[in-house]
């Protein structure tokens, strides 16, 4: 099996706008050539403002959309949505974690539904068995096996999000995109959702491309980071080496506007934060 879990080939994705009855058509071109590889059991940040195509990459990724042009591969396996060559074990292969976790979850669905409807889907596995697999995972994402039977709005965000977590790791994934994930927390539990991340990345050997507009947390997740400008990838480096010496002029600026901290910083200004209260109560 290749070492090379998700791997981007000169990548690019059209968007046809207009075409009223007073306009044009026009193609928007979002991305322009995009080259990526990432090792299994390692993390690819992909970082830029908004606008310059992270989501669009994204949306290739996790195989939503098609690229216009350039080959895209899953596991060594080269996909393409406009022929029909995506399997069932390559949409298994690949999950992805939302932004909001308020929004990602149906609010019909009482929890154990949530986990035990990928492997539904799938077939060939009976209830007790998808029952017992999703308490499992509950309890490894730091929830409770009692939680099953109740609904998302009975959770906090971040108890949200370790159900969204729990359930994109249901069909054993190789791969999983993280888009903005931890973005809509509270500083506290952006904390412990990295810290479940890198600990179930170690336990699994799971490969993250990882979505951000914001650096805060870029550093303690990424072994990988490339630069979107435009479309474009105007830096790809290792976590150590961008951070120290960014390159590019669009980098040093984007690196220059960002506060960048990492877990224990978060940490440090939530006590900050909860030790300011308590002066101003007392």
């Given at each position: 099996m290749?070492?090379?879990?998700?791997?981007?080939r000169?990548l690019?994705r059209?968007?046809v706008?207009?075409?009223s009855?007073?306009g044009q058509?026009?193609a928007?071109?979002?991305?322009?050539?995009?080259?990526?590889k990432?090792?299994r059991?390692?993390?690819?940040?992909?970082v830029?403002?908004?606008?310059?195509?992270?989501?669009?990459?994204?949306?290739?990724?996790t195989?939503?959309?098609?690229?216009?042009?350039?080959q895209?591969?899953?596991?060594g396996?080269?996909?393409?949505?406009?022929h029909?060559?995506?399997t069932?074990?390559m949409?298994?292969?690949?999950?992805?974690?939302?932004?909001?976790p308020?929004?990602?979850?149906n609010?019909?669905?009482?929890?154990?539904?949530v986990?035990?409807?990928?492997?539904?889907?799938?077939?060939?596995?009976p209830?007790?068995?998808?029952?017992?697999?999703?308490?499992?995972?509950?309890?490894?994402?730091?929830?409770k096996?009692e939680h099953?039977?109740r609904?998302p709005?009975?959770?906090?965000?971040?108890?949200?999000?370790?159900i969204?977590?729990?359930?994109a790791?249901?069909?054993n994934?190789?791969?999983?995109v993280?888009?903005?994930p931890?973005?809509a927390?509270?500083l506290?539990?952006?904390?412990q959702?990295?810290?479940?991340?890198?600990?179930?990345?170690?336990?699994f050997?799971?490969?993250?491309?990882?979505i951000?507009?914001?650096?805060?947390?870029?550093?303690?997740?990424?072994d990988?980071?490339?630069?979107?400008?435009k479309?474009?990838?105007?830096?790809?480096a290792?976590?150590?080496?961008?951070f120290?010496?960014?390159?590019?002029p669009?980098?040093?600026?984007?690196f220059?506007?960002t506060?960048v901290?990492?877990?224990?910083s978060?940490r440090?200004r939530?006590a900050?934060r909860?030790a300011?209260?308590?002066?101003l109560?007392?």
């Open positions: 290749s070492d090379i879990v998700v791997e981007g000169g690019v059209d968007y706008t207009g075409g009855l007073f058509k026009k928007v071109r979002a991305l322009k050539g995009i080259d990526f990432v090792e059991g390692k993390t690819l940040a992909v830029g403002e908004s606008g310059c195509g992270k989501s669009t990459l994204a949306r290739i990724i195989l939503i959309d098609p690229a216009t042009e350039g895209l591969l899953i596991e396996q080269p996909v393409d949505i406009n029909g060559s995506i069932r074990k949409r298994s292969a690949v999950q992805i974690v939302f932004q909001n308020y929004g990602s979850l609010p019909r669905q009482k929890v154990g539904q986990l035990t409807e990928p492997l539904r889907l799938q077939g060939g596995v209830e007790a068995e998808r029952r017992r697999r999703a308490m499992a995972m509950l309890e490894r994402v730091g929830l096996a099953y039977n609904f709005h009975m959770f906090s965000g971040g108890q949200r999000q370790r969204a977590i729990a359930r790791l249901m069909l994934p190789a791969l999983l993280l888009d903005e931890v973005s927390l509270d506290s539990v952006q904390a959702v990295l810290n479940l991340l890198k600990d179930l990345q170690d336990e050997n799971l490969t993250y491309v990882f951000s507009h914001d650096l805060s947390v870029v550093r303690y997740l990424a990988q980071v490339m630069v979107l400008w479309g474009e990838v105007v830096e790809d290792s976590r150590d080496a961008i120290s010496a960014p390159q590019h669009y980098t040093q600026k984007l220059a506007a506060p901290a990492d877990v224990d978060i440090t939530v900050a909860a300011e209260r308590a002066r109560a007392g």
